[in-house]
T-cell receptor, first 114, second 116 residues
Framework: GNSVTQMEGPVTLSEEAFLTINCTYTATGYPSLFWYVQYPGEGLQLLLKATKADDKGSNKGFEATYRKETTSFHLEKGSVQVSDSAVYFCALFRNSGGYQKVTFGIGTKLQVIP | NAGVTQTPKFQVLKTGQSMTLQCAQDMNHNSMYWYRQDPGMGLRLIYYSASEGTTDKGEVPNGYNVSRLNKREFSLRLESAAPSQTSVYFC???????????????FGDGTRLSIL
């Protein structure tokens, strides 16, 4: 079946550090891949997405490249800020039985300290 | 502001009590979803409604029922609450339609539910 693997964390970084949050997936066919962000006390917000291999999604300084050869979609940011502290979810969208179904990872908590 | 509104934000119940979580969206979206979020397990889909008038089970439907009251509203009911249902519940909506195209695109802020 479909699955998404990411570390739960927390990942603790100092402000202005480089961020990588790993995401790997298992799926047949050609899924789309998404990153969502959840700030404390709020619901999830779509951060970025990539719909085919080698696509790069980007938003708010975050980037992720869809790597089919390594089945990965790692989230990166060059210089994190305290305001980036949140939980980040990797998600896989795949067409199955006429529906587009979503599988979420467990979420990785990021803590950025001043 | 446009979005997904959930009520209540917090609730404490005793085992065996019932309650309904309310959700409304004002973006004219076709599809709506209910998820629960638990530590170490991420988001799990309870029920979804691809379009007005239809509802279907997700990964973890046992102990829950839903009603798609109209295009805007999608409620989740716990008939007899159990401690295992202690969780944070999120409603979401998406453009979707019968294929659930685009998945859940907008989420509410969640309902934190504790069952004693």
């Amino acid at each position: 079946g479909n699955s998404v693997t990411q570390m739960e964390g927390p990942v603790t970084l100092s402000e202005e550090a480089f961020l990588t949050i790993n995401c790997t997936y298992t799926a047949t066919g050609y899924p789309s891949l998404f990153w969502y962000v959840q700030y404390p006390g709020e619901g999830l917000q779509l951060l970025l997405k990539a719909t085919k291999a080698d696509d790069k999604g980007s938003n708010k300084g975050f980037e992720a490249t869809y790597r089919k050869e390594t089945t990965s979609f790692h989230l990166e940011k060059g210089s994190v800020q305290v305001s980036d502290s949140a939980v980040y979810f990797c998600a896989l969208f795949r067409n199955s039985g006429g529906y587009q179904k979503v599988t979420f990872g467990i979420g990785t908590k990021l803590q950025v300290i001043p | 502001n446009a979005g997904v509104t959930q009520t209540p934000k917090f609730q404490v119940l005793k085992t065996g009590q019932s309650m309904t979580l309310q959700c409304a969206q004002d973006m004219n979206h076709n599809s709506m979803y209910w998820y629960r979020q638990d530590p170490g397990m991420g988001l799990r889909l309870i029920y979804y409604s691809a379009s007005e008038g239809t509802t279907d089970k997700g990964e973890v439907p046992n102990g829950y029922n839903v009603s798609r009251l109209n295009k805007r509203e999608f409620s989740l009911r716990l008939e007899s609450a159990a401690p295992s249902q202690t969780s944070v519940y999120f409603c979401a909506s998406g453009v979707g339609g019968v294929t659930l195209r685009g998945g859940p695109q907008h989420f509410g802020d969640g309902t934190r539910l504790s069952i004693l």
